[in-house]
Every structure is written in structure tokens, then in C-alpha cells.
């Protein structure tokens, strides 16, 4: 099938609109009896199961689902806008599945061998070829009405647990859709209210999508399919092969974007912020891999801490504003999403499926993405922490999953930023998935308040500037130059004494032997410097070496670099790459392990605090007690 963008016409969709009619108002299916009872044993809840086996029996239902929406308010003979919405949805979405079968069918050889088989019926390895090619395309047809629902069904409610998967069957496209129709109207049945209507189907949606993925190996003849892109204009609706849908439809990115000559100080983060905007660019749809994982120091995870009004969220802005930018000029779909603690719900399991569906949206390797979790430590749990909510714990869980789990695949299409205050408090874990850390101190120097003074004051006055030259101390290269030689020091008291101690003991380090006796060093003092933290720290040095600004010409448009193909744009990075040096090597391991022995020395100090604070109140309570006491008020 011919991997290029594919659009539906009406005409297509609107010559099954009778059968999608009928299908939603009346249909025979045959169900599979478990063998349970219908009727729970008294006082159990449990259903009597027999002992004979049933398995293969089955009988027929009539299924109505115009009939199965309308009752669920059974008091008004109008239906509702809800109610009218999701049988309107479940019939385009019907007429849309069987316009998409067709699609399949004339992309492969379904089309000519049901032209064969009308003449004359199909005999051998063609009709054993046919039969393959019509469950391949009632397969296509099932995924395609789920992936209609998710998209196209708007609902947030409360969560819903008791969705079963469809009775599919794949004889052909309308005998999976007729699956689906019942069991999209047994989902349904089970709704209390109109307001619980969407929120089922959305789950059903989910259910099924998910049972057609687990069976995807039994079907020959999907190959075809699998590079598909389908696209609806007037639905807002797409299809890429098998990837599962969003879930929600994309809505155009409204934020308030920041300039790079608007943040004062932060330069390391800055720049770095800088470097992945451009380096999420080099991404290629069609190999789906980004040169710069290939080469390495590709940035797919970061976790940004600092103290409040530091300019973190500024730099969420900047970061987002300029992949938003690129991505205009190039054509590209762009993806930004935050999640915060206003998605951490009070149901079981409902926190992680919203923690998991945020990650989805931003990972989809069809556009390139940028997700963002402020306030890490109020979101995401330590494991430790008792006083935590089990949607907090599930959060975490889901996360680690994510960013660093058995499962997960880097393609360079986006990236994951964790911001906090207090980072310390950040389950050990899943900081250490973080593979860079950014250190938001804000403006430091006397240049820099100047300059950040002078930003917001504005113009509207005619104070002179006086002796300073503005901005002067925000050149990036000059700053970013600054900010990395100082950390060819410690900076951090903890490092700074093994630092010292190993000087002292080897001298400056001139040998890889030298730099694994100082990480080990670094192991020895601070227990959290673990393998996961040496990857990190390779990874940094990697990023370094790869520390190339591609020049701003191959942004402006997109023949210049942007639309090139994969190993041609690989080939323009590589010409740019240099070797590492140990400098840099002794930069990133102090970068990295300061922030390690920031965040222990924070926690320490946190616990210490609370430990003098509870002796505090222990010694304030014995002497209240020796006053009441000594009056003669204490029984």
C-alpha cells in the first residue's frame, strides 16, 4: 500500500451510509454462552458456572443500539444532545471503518480476487488467499471504528472498570463491525445517566482497541496497512497504520511563548534548552529516528530544580516556543502537553492511565512532541513515602516505566522535562532516569540583575542606563563558556572534599583508569552515584561532544535541512561532530555529581530540621506538663 498521506472523500463514506444505518438499528449476532448464570447466587454476588462444557455453544441476539442510548433516559422520548452525539459518532464512525476496508481492499489483492470469486467461485490457494484478505480487512475495519471512537468521543467522567472486550469475529468487515456494535451497546447498557454515555464508549474503545492489538500476530496480509495514513479532514480524524490514537483530537498549542534574549541567567539551561529544540528537528518521519540518537546525545529525558521565581517556567515557554517555530517553518505536527497535579485522581488505577496517556500523546512518532511535568516531587511519590496517595505511587510506577523502562523506545521525536522546587523529594529512582540534569538558579551576577531589571522595567520612563552594557553578559556563547569552566571545579561541599582527596592521592586525571577511580571515589561518599548515574554521565559527555550549534540557516527553510533524507542529514551533523576532551569529561562528572550531593545534602537537611523541630515540641510538651503539674491541673 502506498505509504503517502491518503484522504477520504464523502462520496466514498456516504455510499455505506445505509448499511451503517441499519447496523445501529437493528443487528442479529451471534454471542458465546461462558456457561455463568445470569442470576447471582443469593447473598454472593457470584454466579452459579456449570460444570458441563458450553464453550461452543452459541445463540443469536438481536441487538438495537438506537433503542440501547434512547433508554437510558427512559422518561423523555427526546433524546438528549449527548445521547444524539454518540449515535450520530457510532454511525459515521461505521461509515468511515467501511470506507477504510475498501481502501485496504483496493491496496492489496482483496479487490481482485472478490472480482474473481463473483465469476466464479475461488478455488485453491487463491481462495485460502481470499479468506486470509477478508479477515485481514475485518480486522482493519474493527480497528478503524475503535480508533473513530477515541478520537472523535469527547468525554471525561468518572473512570469506568467494567468495560468487556466485544465478541469479535472476523468473517468479514460488517461481521466485525457487527462485533463491535454489540459490544459498544452492552458498554452502553450498563450507564446510569446520559452524563456516563461517552465515557463508556471511550472505554469500550480502549478495551477493544487493546484486544485487537493482542491478536494483530493471528492475521496474515496487514503488512500492507501498516505504513497507511489515513486522513478525514472534516471528521478531524486520522489513521496511521496500527498506532494507537491519542485518544483526543489535537488542539492548536495556545500558550505564552518566550524569547531566548528574555530569560537572564540560567545559561547552561538555556542552551542546552536551545540545542534540543534544533536537535528534535533533525527527527525523520519516514526511517522514524533522529540522527542524533544514532550518533548519541540525543536528550530524552531532564529534570530543571531551583528556587521558586528562579525561571523555570520561563523556560518551559521558551523551549516549547521555539520547537512550535521550527515546526511551522517545516510543516511538522508539534505536541505540547504538561501534566500536573490536577490529573491525579481519587480512583484506583485512574492515575496511572492518565499518567500513561500523557506519555502516549507526547511519544507518538508521528509528530515530534515536548511533555512537561512541573512540580515532579507534589506529582510523582517517593516509594517510600507512606503519606503519599496511591495515584501519586501509580504516577511514579508509570514514569519510571516510561522514561527508562524495559519497553522503552528512544526514536528522538521528543523529549520529557521534570521541574520541581524541591527535587529532593523526587523518588530517588526516577531522578536518576532523568539523563540530564539543569541547574535553574536564575540571574546570579551583578550584570545579570541589571539586565533582568532593565527587561522588565520596560520603556516607559527616561532614567539613563549608566556604565553597563546591555545584555552584554547574555551572549550565550561568551555565558555558556563561563558556566561550563565552573564546573571544572566542585561546587558542592560534599564533592568538593572526595575532589580534594583525590588529588591529593592521583594528581590531576589524564587517563580513563584516572576518571573511573574518581567516579568511584564519588560511589564511595554518595550511595546514590549508581551505574544508572555513570550512563548519565557518559551520555552528558556524549551530548558535549555533539555540542554543536547547527547553524540557524538549516531552520529557516525547509529544503535546507529539515526535508532531507535521514543519512544526508546525518551526514551534515556528523561533519560537525568533535571529539570529547577530558576537560569536558571533568565537567560533566562534577555537573552531575554536584547535583547528586545537592539534593542528599537538601534531604539530610530537611530530615534534620524535622528531627529538632519534633525534640523542640517534645521538651515545650514536658514543660507544659511539669506547669499543669505543679497547679494542680494535670489528672
Given at each position: 500500500m502506498d505509504a503517502g498521506l491518503t484522504t477520504l472523500s464523502e462520496k466514498d463514506i456516504e455510499k455505506h451510509r445505509a448499511t451503517a444505518q441499519s447496523m445501529i438499528t437493528r443487528i442479529i449476532v451471534l454471542e458465546g454462552d461462558g456457561g455463568g448464570s445470569q442470576t447471582a447466587l443469593a447473598g454472593t454476588g457470584r454466579r452459579f458456572v456449570s460444570t458441563v462444557s458450553t464453550g461452543s455453544v452459541r445463540r443469536t441476539?438481536?441487538?438495537?443500539?438506537?433503542?440501547?442510548?434512547?433508554?437510558?433516559?427512559?422518561?423523555?422520548?427526546?433524546?438528549?444532545?449527548?445521547?444524539?452525539?454518540?449515535?450520530?459518532?457510532?454511525?459515521?464512525?461505521?461509515?468511515?471503518?467501511?470506507?477504510?476496508?475498501?481502501?485496504?481492499?483496493?491496496?492489496?489483492?482483496?479487490?481482485?480476487?472478490?472480482?474473481?470469486?463473483?465469476?466464479?467461485?475461488?478455488?485453491?490457494?487463491?481462495?485460502?488467499?481470499?479468506?486470509?484478505?477478508?479477515?485481514?480487512?475485518?480486522?482493519?475495519?474493527?480497528?478503524?471504528?475503535?480508533?473513530?471512537?477515541?478520537?472523535?468521543?469527547?468525554?471525561?467522567?468518572?473512570?469506568?472498570?467494567?468495560?468487556?472486550?466485544?465478541?469479535?469475529?472476523?468473517?468479514t468487515a460488517q461481521d466485525a463491525l457487527k462485533s463491535m456494535v454489540a459490544g459498544l451497546d452492552r458498554a452502553v447498557a450498563g450507564a446510569k445517566d446520559e452524563s456516563e454515555i461517552a465515557s463508556r464508549a471511550r472505554a469500550f474503545a480502549r478495551v477493544a482497541i487493546e484486544g485487537l492489538l493482542a491478536r494483530k500476530g493471528r492475521f496474515d496480509g496487514l503488512g500492507a496497512f501498516e505504513d497507511a495514513h489515513i486522513r478525514l479532514d472534516s471528521d478531524d480524524f486520522t489513521l496511521d497504520g496500527f498506532d494507537v490514537a491519542p485518544g483526543q483530537k489535537r488542539k492548536p498549542l495556545s500558550m505564552s511563548f518566550k524569547k531566548p534574549n528574555e530569560i537572564v541567567g540560567n545559561h547552561i539551561a538555556k542552551y542546552q534548552a536551545m540545542r534540543l529544540a534544533k536537535m528534535l528537528m533533525a527527527y525523520d518521519f519516514d526511517r522514524q529516528m533522529n540522527p542524533f540518537v544514532e550518533l548519541g546525545g540525543f536528550l530524552f529525558t531532564f529534570i530543571g530544580d531551583g528556587a521558586p521565581g528562579t525561571g523555570k517556567t520561563m523556560l518551559i515557554q521558551m523551549t516549547a516556543g521555539l520547537i512550535n517555530e521550527y515546526c511551522q517553518v517545516a510543516g511538522y505536527p508539534f505536541h505540547y502537553e504538561n501534566f500536573g497535579v490536577d490529573q491525579i485522581s481519587s480512583y484506583q488505577g485512574k492515575s496511572g492511565q492518565n499518567c500513561k496517556q500523557f506519555v502516549n500523546n507526547v511519544i507518538n512518532p508521528r509528530a515530534i512532541g515536548f511533555g512537561t511535568v512541573d512540580?515532579?516531587?507534589?506529582?510523582?511519590?517517593?516509594?517510600?513515602?507512606?503519606?503519599?496517595?496511591?495515584?501519586?505511587?501509580?504516577?511514579?510506577?508509570?514514569?519510571?516505566?516510561?522514561?527508562?523502562?524495559?519497553?522503552?523506545?528512544?526514536?528522538?521525536?521528543?523529549?520529557?522535562?521534570?521541574?520541581?522546587?524541591?527535587?529532593?523529594?523526587?523518588?530517588?529512582?526516577?531522578?536518576?532516569?532523568?539523563?540530564?540534569?539543569?541547574?535553574?538558579?536564575?540571574?546570579?551576577?551583578?550584570?545579570?540583575?541589571?539586565?533582568?531589571?532593565?527587561?522588565?522595567?520596560?520603556?516607559?520612563?527616561?532614567?539613563?542606563?549608566?556604565?553597563?552594557?546591555?545584555?552584554?553578559?547574555?551572549?550565550?556563547?561568551?555565558?555558556?563558556?563561563?558556566?561550563?569552566?565552573?564546573?571544572?571545579?566542585?561546587?558542592?561541599?560534599?564533592?568538593?572534599?572526595?575532589?580534594?582527596?583525590?588529588?591529593?592521592?592521583?594528581?590531576?586525571?589524564?587517563?580513563?583508569?584516572?576518571?573511573?577511580?574518581?567516579?568511584?571515589?564519588?560511589?564511595?561518599?554518595?550511595?546514590?552515584?549508581?551505574?544508572?548515574?555513570?550512563?548519565?554521565?557518559?551520555?552528558?559527555?556524549?551530548?558535549?561532544?555533539?555540542?554543536?550549534?547547527?547553524?540557524?540557516?538549516?531552520?529557516?527553510?525547509?529544503?535546507?535541512?529539515?526535508h532531507k533524507p535521514y543519512e544526508e542529514k546525518k551526514a551534515m551533523i556528523e561533519e560537525l561532530r568533535k571529539p570529547f576532551s577530558m576537560a569536558m569529561v571533568m565537567q560533566e562528572i562534577n555537573r552531575y555529581a554536584d547535583s547528586e550531593f545537592r539534593y542528599s545534602d537538601r534531604s539530610d537537611d530537611a530530615a534534620v530540621s524535622k528531627m529538632i523541630r519534633d525534640a523542640r515540641l517534645r521538651e515545650r510538651a514536658v514543660r507544659e506538663m511539669e506547669a499543669m503539674k505543679a497547679k494542680g491541673a494535670w489528672e
Open positions: 441476539k438481536e441487538v438495537e443500539l438506537a433503542k440501547t442510548v434512547a433508554s437510558v433516559r427512559p422518561g423523555d422520548q427526546l433524546m438528549s444532545i449527548p445521547q444524539h452525539t454518540l449515535l450520530f459518532r457510532a454511525r459515521r464512525g461505521l461509515e468511515v471503518s467501511l470506507a477504510i476496508g475498501d481502501v485496504f481492499a483496493q491496496g492489496s489483492d482483496l479487490e481482485s480476487l472478490q472480482s474473481k470469486n463473483m465469476q466464479s467461485p475461488l478455488q485453491g490457494e487463491e481462495a485460502a488467499r481470499y479468506k486470509k484478505l477478508l479477515s485481514a480487512a475485518a480486522y482493519v475495519a474493527a480497528f478503524a471504528f475503535g480508533s473513530y471512537l477515541l478520537q472523535l468521543v469527547d468525554g471525561e467522567g468518572e473512570p469506568v472498570n467494567d468495560t468487556e472486550e466485544p465478541d469479535f469475529l472476523f468473517d512540580d515532579i516531587d507534589q506529582v510523582a511519590a517517593k516509594r517510600s513515602d507512606d503519606r503519599a496517595s496511591a495515584g501519586q505511587q501509580e504516577i511514579t510506577g508509570v514514569l519510571m516505566e516510561s522514561f527508562q523502562g524495559a519497553s522503552t523506545v528512544v526514536r528522538g521525536n521528543c523529549s520529557f522535562g521534570m521541574f520541581s522546587n524541591y527535587p529532593e523529594n523526587v523518588d530517588d529512582a526516577l531522578r536518576q532516569r532523568a539523563g540530564a540534569r539543569w541547574l535553574v538558579d536564575g540571574p546570579q551576577t551583578r550584570d545579570d540583575y541589571i539586565d533582568i531589571f532593565v527587561l522588565l522595567a520596560g520603556k516607559n520612563h527616561k532614567i539613563p542606563l549608566g556604565q553597563h552594557d546591555l545584555l552584554e553578559a547574555q551572549v550565550i556563547q561568551k555565558a555558556i563558556n563561563t558556566a561550563y569552566e565552573e564546573h571544572s571545579r566542585p561546587q558542592e561541599e560534599g564533592l568538593k572534599k572526595v575532589y580534594e582527596r583525590y588529588l591529593d592521592q592521583f594528581g590531576e586525571p589524564r587517563t580513563m583508569a584516572d576518571v573511573g577511580t574518581y567516579l568511584h571515589m564519588i560511589k564511595e561518599a554518595e550511595p546514590r552515584f549508581t551505574g544508572r548515574a555513570i550512563k548519565n554521565v557518559t551520555d552528558a559527555i556524549k551530548m558535549r561532544a555533539m555540542d554543536i550549534d547547527l547553524p540557524d540557516v538549516w531552520f529557516e527553510t525547509p529544503e535546507a535541512f529539515m
